[in-house]
């Protein structure tokens, strides 16, 4: 394990890529889609210059050839190689278009890379290739990071029971709607002190920085219990919006759910 090495899986903007790099590690980024590849190789072109970012356009795939990627035209960060994440994206009333890119399995990007400190995967619907492909390596990364699964429980019971047996022990379910309000501690757990403004969207600060006390499987179920029950409740689908006074009254409300990442520590 690489202790100055950070891999962004889902590099978007980069608003995380950067966070990481103001703080000293050095980063392997991935992003799928061209466009925003091109633009954000312009915004951190001086990182790439002295090769403390390198930044690749490839998509996570299964195999290591050519994969459809679907762009998602209202959304980017919505953008994805799954037709599972198309339909639900096309049910939020989002459209996209399809396009062919180079596919990369995460097992050969582990190999020319190194194994990671931290590990960041943000890649709608693909994040559990990534994980599966730590079960060929001996050497774990410290700390990861992944979007929880927000539809089914079994999906986010299988990605925990996957997690335990890649021998990650303690969990973190950070509300991501919070991350724009997150503070970099003084002295620095993690890389160097910097101060930093998070974007809406960014995965925010990570490893012994994240906020909370880091929490066994049962107790991180017992969270996600309550919020899969407020999904089920609030969401677009969810109960209360089976009912036109249900909708009325979650209009007036305003009510914006949060959506999770898992947070997991060796």
Not at 67 to 96: A, H, M
Not at 98 to 105: D, H, K, P, Q, S
Not at 138 to 156: G, M, Y
Request: aromatic fraction near 14%.
């Amino acid at each position: 394990m690489d202790k100055n090495l950070i891999i962004d899986v889902g590099v978007h903007t980069g608003e995380d890529t950067e966070f990481y790099l103001k703080k000293g590690f050095r980063v392997i980024g991935i992003e799928a889609n061209p466009d925003i590849y091109e633009n954000t190789k312009k915004k951190l072109g001086a990182y790439i210059e002295t090769s403390q970012l390198i930044l690749l356009n490839v998509a996570v795939s299964s195999q290591n050839q050519s994969v459809t990627f679907y762009v998602n035209l209202d959304k980017s960060f919505w953008s994805t190689t799954s037709l599972d994440f198309v339909r639900r994206n096309e049910f939020f009333g989002t459209s996209s278009t399809a396009i062919t890119v180079e596919g990369r399995t995460f097992e050969n990007i582990l190999q020319e890379f190194g194994i990671p400190y931290y590990l960041k995967v943000d890649i709608e619907g693909a994040d559990i290739l990534c994980l599966q492909a730590l079960h060929k390596f001996e050497t774990k990364p410290q700390f990861l990071s992944i979007e929880s699964a927000q539809t089914s429980w079994n999906d986010l019971l299988a990605e925990l029971a996957l997690l335990k047996e890649l021998g990650y022990k303690k969990f973190k379910a950070i509300n991501q709607k919070d991350v724009p309000k997150q503070v970099c501690p003084f002295p620095a757990k993690e890389g160097e002190y910097i101060k930093h403004q998070f974007e809406y969207g960014a995965s925010g600060i990570f490893g012994e920085e994240t906020p909370g006390n880091w929490l066994s499987e049962t107790e991180v179920l017992k969270v996600y219990k309550y919020v899969f029950l407020q999904y089920r409740l609030f969401e677009s689908n969810g109960f209360f919006n089976q009912f036109s006074l249900g909708k009325m009254l979650l209009d007036k409300l305003q009510l914006k759910l949060a959506w999770y990442d898992t947070h997991a520590s060796l």
